[in-house]
């Protein structure tokens, strides 16, 4: 052993190693404890204080009878839209064909040879103001009553008859087009 050494004591261990300090490594410092209260989290994800205790209560992502359920809402809407839209497809149709019909012998006549004009003046005799009229409040009342099956499906106001009438919004001006067509059809062959 070296001289003035504890028997005891490591060569190779540094002078800490005595007095209750750790034998390797710097010396432990004693920092204080933080001033923070310990305190327990609860065992499962809800809160503990600030509520009452209502029995059971289930954990995130289960479902309480009852939650998230809205009053029922009329489905009038939904219902005053597919009405509307069907009125105005069926007098939007019957115009047409109308139309067709009155315009046909004209379209023979001219030999194909068409003036947009001449055919206004036309029906506008044939079909009378009032007929042009309903044509053009078919169309634009067909239109309003489809943006109302929109807002009713949206605001879940009728939301099946919404979705009819949205249905049958976007497929009314192509019947138009088809019944024209058919009403123009004895005259074209």
């Known amino acids: 052993m070296s001289q003035g050494q504890n028997p005891q004591q490591n060569p190779y261990q540094s002078g800490?190693?005595?007095?209750?300090?750790?034998q390797y490594g710097y010396p432990q410092q004693g920092y204080p404890?933080?001033?923070?209260?310990?305190?327990?989290?609860?065992?499962?994800g809800y809160p503990q204080q600030g509520y009452p205790q209502q029995g059971y209560q289930p954990?995130?992502?289960?479902?309480?009878?009852?939650?998230?359920?809205?009053?029922?809402?009329?489905?009038?809407?939904?219902?005053?839209?597919l009405g509307g839209v069907v009125i105005c497809a069926i007098v939007l149709s019957w115009l047409t064909w109308?139309?067709?019909v009155a315009i046909g012998p004209l379209?023979?006549?001219s030999g194909g040879d068409l003036d947009q004009q001449e055919a206004t003046e036309y029906l506008v005799q044939q079909m009378g103001a009032s007929g042009l009229a309903m044509?053009?409040?078919?169309?634009?009342?067909?239109l309003v009553f489809w943006i109302l099956g929109i807002v009713a499906t949206a605001t879940k106001r009728?939301?099946?008859?919404?979705v009819w009438s949205i249905i049958l919004g976007v497929l009314?001006?192509?019947?138009?087009?088809?019944?024209?067509v058919a009403a123009l059809m004895p005259y074209l062959s």
């Open 16 to 22: 800490y190693g005595q007095q209750g300090q750790p």
């Open 33 to 44: 404890q933080q001033g923070y209260p310990q305190q327990g989290y609860p065992q499962q």
């Open 59 to 81: 954990g995130w992502g289960a479902v309480q009878p009852g939650a998230g359920m809205q009053k029922a809402r009329s489905p009038l809407l939904g219902m005053v839209a």
């Open 98 to 100: 109308r139309m067709g």
């Open 107 to 109: 379209a023979v006549q």
């Open 135 to 142: 044509l053009n409040l078919s169309s634009w009342g067909g």
């Open 158 to 162: 009728g939301r099946a008859y919404g």
């Open 172 to 180: 009314a001006p192509v019947i138009a087009v088809v019944v024209l």
